[in-house]
């Protein structure tokens, strides 16, 4: 599934006294089985953006497209679109509404008219997904669980609807660091056994060294930049000029670097900066 966005354009309030430009012409493309990082400072556009993905809102002016059908035609059947592309607001787990985890995430496939035999095995397999064991949660109530598997059964909730993409808005937020290494583990392996095309807004830098392909760079409204982690995080002036840091390795990089060690520009990772330390202090005790 691709999903092309062509000039999008979106604001509030227009025509009254509270009229603000939320998206100002953003174009970019997305294709299958990428892990797309959007990222820019609160209020730049990043939430309003993805709810354009899956037709919650709709463009001022612009269009978005999902296998070159426009999301604002007549035809399309959203509520089957939003089957194919799933999204996790912030703090999914303030959603949760039944009595026990698994009619929570079986709320979705049930909708779906699927049959109670396809309903318990999305039910276990997206159990599995988020690394909660079936037998010991299926049966609790969320409301019973820790903030960060409260987040991961909301996410099951989506999983078990089997999107073809998945949108994450801020999934991290709040979690203590344990419960923050969970999600991203989480997202890493669905990445890598489901192919599951994957777009997650975050503030976390470090997040994004560590899942993401491609970086969105959102300012005030625009698309400021588009590229690798490699190339976005080897501009620190860029990052700066839209309030953003860059991760800690990489900044970490640059230090040794004005201080004389031979260094590449372009590493944003801790264990490739590991890598080129050991090599400089074994090329020094050679000498």
Known sequence: MSIEVRHLTHTYGEGSALHTVALNDVSFTIEDGEFVGIVGHTGSGKSTLVQHLNGLLKPTSGQV?????DLNGEKV????????????????????????????????????GLSAKEIDARVRHAMSSVHLDYDKYAEKSPFELSG??????????????????????????????RGRDRILTMLEELRAREHTTVLMVSHSMEDMARLATRLLV?????????????????????????????????????????RGYNLPEDLYRPEELREHLLRLWKEAAKC
Do not use: H, W
């Open 65 to 69: 497209l999902v296998d070159g059908e």
């Open 77 to 112: 059947n959203r509520r089957a679109l939003r089957q194919r592309i799933g999204l996790v607001f912030q703090y999914p787990e303030y959603q949760l509404f039944e009595e026990t985890v698994a009619k929570d995430i079986a709320f979705g496939p049930k909708n779906q």
């Open 148 to 177: 960060g598997q409260m987040r991961r059964v909301a996410i099951a909730g989506v999983l078990a609807m089997e999107p073809s993409v998945l949108i994450l808005d801020e999934p991290t937020a709040g979690l203590d660091p």
């Open 218 to 258: 959102i300012s005030e409204g625009r698309l400021a930049a588009d590229g690798t982690p490699r190339e976005i995080f080897s501009r620190p002036g860029l990052m700066t000029s839209v309030g953003l840091d860059i991760p800690e390795a990489a900044r970490l990089c640059g230090v040794l670097r004005s």
